[in-house]
């Protein structure tokens, strides 16, 4: 499957203040790319649908203006969380659509970023 | 009815046990679906994919219901090691790409 990476893995910040979360696709080039949250014992919740030199589609509920999505590249897409709250603290998840390298809608995950904003 | 709906679980068993989970979902055009398993604080990885009427790999097996919608995953022998939460996938509608992601079923595999 495709190899994706998060970085950071982790951040603790000050209420108030912006996170970038950057999401590269290592061996595959993504035409789209996925962000979700996943609140503690909670599934994952789809935030966006990236999509490479176009704007991003949020899902419904997701503030656009507070989740930056950036999707400049085949292999970088990058979620900004601005002037980040205590409720934004969550575990944020990329994820690269398999299309057109298998037949299956699948996806593959990339580690995730912790985010906890005091 | 939510659009894919698991048991949470926890399902505690001993070794070696046999143990199943069921996932229902609501969108019957469906082709394909998946289990993904997630360990804790980790991302969700694919385990199983489903197309037909079911998929084997070694000690796991999922098998799909089409005509009551639902799908089942089966793990026989169960090891330590396949404590974790079992997630059921779905493709989204309208062939976006997006998946559907059931609340997960918990197992934890006791000595």
Same mark, same amino acid.
């Given at each position: 499957g495709a190899v994706v990476s998060q970085h950071p893995s982790w951040v603790?910040?000050?209420?108030?203040?912006?996170?970038?979360?950057?999401?590269?696709?290592?061996?595959?080039?993504?035409?789209?790319?996925?962000?979700?949250?996943?609140?503690?014992?909670?599934?994952?919740?789809?935030?966006?649908?990236?999509?490479?030199?176009?704007?991003?589609?949020?899902?419904q509920g997701v503030e656009k203006d507070k989740f930056l999505i950036n999707h400049a590249s085949l292999t970088l897409s990058t979620l900004?969380?601005?002037?980040?709250?205590?409720?934004?603290?969550?575990?944020?998840?990329?994820?690269?659509?398999?299309?057109?390298?298998?037949?299956?809608?699948?996806?593959?995950?990339?580690?995730?970023?912790?985010?906890?904003?005091l | 009815r939510k659009e894919v709906e698991q048991d949470p679980g926890p399902f505690n068993v001993?070794?070696? +046990?046999?143990?199943? !989970?069921?996932?229902?979902?609501?969108?019957? +055009?469906?082709?394909? !679906?998946?289990?993904?398993?997630?360990?804790?604080?980790k991302e969700p990885k694919l385990l199983m994919s489903v197309y037909s009427s079911g998929n084997e790999d070694g000690r796991f097996t999922a098998q799909l219901n089409r005509a009551s919608q639902y799908i089942s995953l089966l793990i026989r022998d169960s090891k330590l090691s396949d404590s974790a939460t079992y997630l059921c996938v779905v493709p989204g509608s309208s062939n976006t790409g997006k998946l559907i992601f059931g609340q997960g079923t918990t197992l934890q595999v006791k000595p």
């Open positions: 603790i910040c000050k209420s108030g203040t912006s996170v970038k979360i950057e999401c590269r696709s290592l061996d595959f080039q993504a035409t789209t790319m996925f962000w979700y949250r996943q609140f503690p014992k909670q599934s994952l919740m789809l935030m966006a649908t990236s999509n490479e030199g176009s704007k991003a589609t949020y899902e900004t969380v601005t002037s980040a709250h205590p409720e934004d603290s969550s575990f944020y998840i990329c994820s690269v659509g398999a299309e057109g390298v298998l037949r299956e809608e699948t996806q593959y995950f990339g580690p995730g970023t912790r985010l906890l904003v | 001993p070794e070696g +046990a046999t143990v199943a !989970f069921n996932c229902t979902y609501s969108n019957s +055009a469906s082709q394909s !679906f998946f289990w993904y398993r997630q360990d804790c604080r």
